[in-house]
């Protein structure tokens, strides 16, 4: 097992090169949807802290950052619907590759997807009552970080959540032998490991967030990091 005591700043993950194999890459969006069903526990968020914020009556925004191929932002607005409650859901990635899959997959929720970075939709002056990234804060160098979490700031009326993994060694020995007969064909166990490596530890992101964010520690093994807006009832 390799040393998990510091990031692994240097490592890249394949799906992130412009090279990568597109057959791959394709097989790595379809795969995403099961490992997030697994690992990264949106539903229980969804529960816990946007539903109760939620109206039958009155629409809310939700904006989700780097969506990758989009079936978070698809839930999201799945999970609103079944609930009978109005959530009007926009994904963003600059990926032109990701958009592409992500518009190619059953939107029958409206889920709105474009090409873009937080920034730009800053400079539009746009406002969401909700934004949320998952597993995209291990991929930011510590001014990227920053520069989003200013961007989630301000795009921003209620709550912002970004989910991550939780660099351990369990993490890291869970999803290896988990993946090790699964995922084939795509980037997903190689990524994945990758991914763990590069990822905050509770006490690190603590230090590496903005003063007005908060970092909880979640079972199994993630950070989520979250903001009050303004508009926080």
């Avoid at 490992?35 to 990264?40: C, D, G, H, P, Q």
């Avoid at 763990?196 to 690190?204: K, L, V």
Wanted: charged share 25%.
């Amino acid at each position: 097992m390799p040393d998990l005591r510091r990031r692994a700043v240097d490592l890249r993950e394949r799906m992130d090169d412009p090279a990568a194999d597109p057959a791959l890459l394709t097989r790595t969006y379809e795969q995403f949807a099961t490992v997030n069903r697994l690992i990264a526990g949106w539903h229980d968020t969804y529960k816990e802290r946007i539903r109760p914020l939620l109206s039958a009556e009155t629409p809310s925004t939700l904006l989700d950052v780097g969506c990758g191929g989009g079936d978070i932002a698809r839930a999201l607005a799945r999970w609103a619907n079944e609930d009978g409650l109005q959530l009007q859901v926009a994904a963003i990635d600059p990926d032109p590759r990701a958009m592409d899959y992500a518009e190619s997959v059953p939107n029958p929720d409206g889920v709105i997807f474009l090409r873009a970075l937080s920034s730009q939709l800053v400079e539009r002056a746009q406002r969401f009552d909700f934004v949320i990234s998952n597993h995209v804060l291990h991929h930011l160098s510590a001014t990227e970080l920053t520069d989003l979490l200013i961007d989630c700031e301000l795009l921003c009326r209620r709550v912002a959540l970004h989910s991550d993994i939780r660099r351990s060694p369990g993490a890291y020995l869970a999803f290896s032998a988990v993946t090790v007969a699964l995922f084939h064909g795509s980037f997903i166990r190689e990524d994945g490991l990758i991914s763990i490596r590069r990822s905050y530890t509770t006490a690190e992101l603590r230090v590496a967030a903005r003063r007005e964010w908060e970092v909880e520690s979640q079972a199994p093994y993630r950070n989520l990091l979250t903001y009050t807006g303004p508009v926080a009832d």
